[in-house]
């Protein structure tokens, strides 16, 4: 099992507001923390106004459901969390 991502509650409601905000779809994904997701799945970059006040989002991206968001290692496609919306 994946260990949790160390975000504080500020910073998971930082995450979710930018993400409200942006135009990235919002995708049917079954997926959860440490599940490799297939190579064609479409994430989106976080906002850079959220990499500077969240510094780890840098090296992530993130995929929009209608429940959650979760965040992705873009470059294999492992889930690293996720975010209740």
Do not use: C, W, Y
Not at 29 to 56: G, H, I, N, R, Y
Request: charged fraction near 25%.
């Amino acid at each position: 099992m994946a260990a949790p991502l160390a975000l504080t509650d500020a910073q998971k409601h930082r995450i979710i507001e930018s993400v409200a905000k942006s135009n990235a779809p919002v995708t049917r994904v079954d997926a959860k923390p440490a599940d490799v997701l297939p190579a064609t799945t479409q994430a989106s970059e976080f906002a850079a106004d959220v990499k500077s006040d969240v510094p780890m989002t840098s090296d992530f991206q993130f995929i929009r459901t209608k429940e959650k968001i979760l965040l992705v290692r873009a470059p294999n496609m492992i889930v690293i969390g996720e975010i209740a919306n």
